[in-house]
């Protein structure tokens, strides 16, 4: 793995086990092969503290299928869902694939098995700013023109706000940790420097620190850019 940058925490830290990391895999991010997601279990197998956890971002796929692919809503729901199921199958097969070489327990998970209380109430925080704040909506929309590149110019505004909802759902679900079976995963390893600097500086409070207070956030996230070699 190579290490870029880390945010809201030191290597050090890292090293010493003081997280549990986990992963989001975007089902339609060609970077996230069999190979590469094996080169990041392995790492954070070898920082975590007590467990790994994979976190398939399925259902929030759905919206860009309609947005960006025409689809009906319907149509959409249940491609992310197949989609979800197939790279939940890749996920398992590199995890069978370092049987023995892992010395922490797995969790592989969906979308919408981290949809508990606390991802609703920061939602609808987020959402309630977003609605209010006309310039964290131009932030967040900025975020998601810089993420389709040349794509986005042939896209109305209300298109890019509906797309929008896909990055609400994402900080709803990450800032503030996520826990799954009273194990608090707050390590996250991320291909991309724009998605880490985004989240930290949220979660620090060094944007939008209105939003931050908000959200009463209990467990702190640490980001690192990171990339499978």
Known sequence: MRIEQ???TTIGDIENHKFNAFLGISI???YFSKESISQYVRWMD????DAILILIADEIQAINYQVLGGMEAGAAVRRAEERGLEMARIVQIAVEEM????THPI???RWVDVKGEDYKRALEVITDYW?????????IVKNVKKNLGSRSKTLFAQQLNELSRYLLDELAVVLGGIVIDQTVFN????PGLGTCQLFADLQSGLLFPVLTKALKIKHPVAMVEAYAE
Do not use: A, D, T, W
């Open 6 to 8: 880390v945010f809201g």
């Open 28 to 30: 339609e991010n060609k």
């Open 46 to 49: 070898m920082v975590s503290k």
């Open 99 to 102: 049987e023995g070489e892992l």
């Open 107 to 109: 969790h592989i998970c």
């Open 131 to 139: 609605h209010s704040n006309q310039e964290f909506r131009e932030h």
């Open 187 to 190: 390590l996250n390893p991320y």
